[in-house]
């Protein structure tokens, strides 16, 4: 952020005071609940969130710079509702995205985004808009994709369905094949939501993807990938189990009370 923008700063003090006054404890630890991987939040309800973020886009006129601007500084706080204020600034202004506010997003998912509720939103939301918007193809996505942070890896996975121009059914298999073995949980996540998406419009597809490489798969990709299945044909999906069959045991009878044995 721009140290010498007044206005910026004026906005931050009223974003900092309306969260401060509005702290909540038991709604913090209920937000933090939800969020598996943990949040620093203040425990505000998402309408009050919207709510001032239509003050703020209400009372200020912002250049898509101030915006990217003022984003990336609540971002970078860690608290959770000033992430969640700043992703929402910007989706709010959707048609003036640009470049300047691409690369912005791109540092966000590597640097500062920190719960799936950030990652998502940013994937299914910012990202599409990107492609619509012609500043971005898939080629650029498979380069934000190799990043080492597993929110970039989860958004852009996230973002592959999404938007009003989602991407054909065998691009979108195509890009997810080399992530079938990630091993982080919330990427595996992100894969079986996709799938299970694509499977509603390309049953076959995904159905002949899901049989050729359920076995380098992990199985909550697959529990998800299979959820608008019948349960007949889920578990034709399921992976090969490899653990041997143990015989079954009676377990050993207690030994009888004897009241003549001396503690």
């Not at 998912?109 to 193809?137: C, Q, T």
């Amino acid at each position: 952020m721009h140290k010498d923008n007044e206005k910026l700063k004026e906005i931050i003090r009223i974003i900092e005071k309306f969260c401060y006054d509005r702290e909540d404890p038991v709604k913090a630890m209920a937000q933090m609940r939800m969020v598996p991987e943990g949040c620093d939040a203040f425990g505000i309800e998402d309408h009050e969130i919207k709510l001032l973020r239509d003050r703020i886009l209400t009372e200020y006129t912002l250049s898509m710079s101030e915006l990217v601007d003022l984003a990336e500084y609540l971002l970078s706080t860690g608290k959770y509702e000033f992430g969640g204020l700043a992703i929402r600034l910007l989706k709010k202004q959707r048609p003036r995205l640009d470049l300047n506010a691409k690369q912005a997003v791109r540092r966000w998912l590597d640097k500062y985004v920190e719960n799936w509720v950030h990652a998502d939103v940013l994937g299914l939301k910012i990202l599409p808009v990107f492609r619509e918007l012609s500043l971005m193809d898939i080629i650029e996505l498979k380069e934000w994709c190799k990043s080492p942070s597993k929110w970039m890896r989860r958004a852009c996975i996230g973002s592959l369905n999404a938007g009003r121009r989602p991407l054909k059914t065998d691009e979108i298999l195509d890009f997810i094949l080399p992530y079938i073995s990630d091993n982080e949980k919330v990427v595996q996540q992100s894969i079986g939501f996709c799938l299970a998406a694509v499977w509603q419009k390309s049953h076959q597809q995904v159905e002949d993807f899901l049989a050729e490489h359920k076995e380098q798969m992990h199985n909550l990709s697959i529990k998800h990938a299979t959820s608008g299945m019948s349960l007949a044909m889920a578990r034709s999906f399921r992976k090969s189990s490899t653990r041997p069959k143990t015989s079954y045991r009676k377990p050993n009878p207690k030994p009888p009370y004897r009241k003549d044995i001396k503690k």
